[in-house]
């Protein structure tokens, strides 16, 4: 497997032609708050009947990574089957404090902000073990931060194939614009993961992008 890996780190696009697999396995990766564990759920929800896990609006709900094997999409005629892995959200600062406006106890907060903490390093360790990220981006806040820069440059840094999932555009204060102009070298799709706006462009996305 190590072998693998390297060989990817070095060429790519052109060793993933002749090391196609069955199952493609793929990351869900972006900030705390992004809508990681909402597309998840919408994912597995719409092709296999059930949910990946709890979505809240407490920072860090998902501090484990989430494997669900097995997932069959359908679309215009192709066929791709997905082991999704739903990561920690990413984050530069983890402050208990902010779990305590939560209303969260000390203990509480600070034991979250531990799990936290080692959730972000083991999403950055996943990234050696996918075929393909989606980066989910919430569309209503300014792409330019230091997680986004961070992320998107080790995921280039890797060849991942890439697609930059907007969310949140049913809110009004949504600008997926902001974000296909911060990162244009990537393939942007604008959605929302809550009510499902858009998700069918971003099943074509994936069949075309990681199939």
């Known amino acids: 497997m190590g072998i693998i890996v ?6 790519g696009f052109i060793v993933n032609l002749f090391l196609k697999k069955e199952k493609v396995r793929i990351g869900i990766y972006g900030p705390p708050n992004a809508g990681k564990t909402t597309l998840a759920n ?22 484990r990574a989430i494997l669900r094997e097995g997932v069959k999409i359908e679309v215009d005629g192709k066929s791709l089957t997905l082991d999704i892995v739903d990561t920690p959200g990413l984050a530069t600062k983890i402050d208990f404090h902010d779990f305590m406006k939560f209303g969260l106890s000390e203990e509480e907060a600070k034991k979250r902000a531990k799990e936290a903490t080692e ?34 440059g080790n995921i280039e840094a890797r060849n991942l194939p890439m697609i930059i999932v907007a969310n949140k555009i049913d809110l009004p204060n949504s600008s997926p614009a902001r974000i296909k102009s911060a990162f244009p070298q990537h393939t942007v799709v604008p959605v929302s993961a809550l009510k499902g706006l858009n998700i069918d462009k971003l099943y074509k996305s994936m069949a075309n992008k990681f199939g």
Not at 42 to 62: F, Q, S
Not at 130 to 135: A, P, S
């Open 119 to 152: 959730g972000v390093i083991e999403a950055i360790k996943w990234l050696d073990d996918l075929d393909g990220i989606l980066l989910v981006m919430d569309s209503t806040q300014d792409p330019f931060t230091q997680v986004n820069v961070t992320i998107v």
């Open 6 to 11: 390297s060989l990817k780190k070095k060429f």
């Open 42 to 63: 919408r994912i597995l929800k719409d092709w296999a009947g059930d949910v990946m896990g709890l979505a809240t609006e407490i920072p860090h709900e998902t501090r």
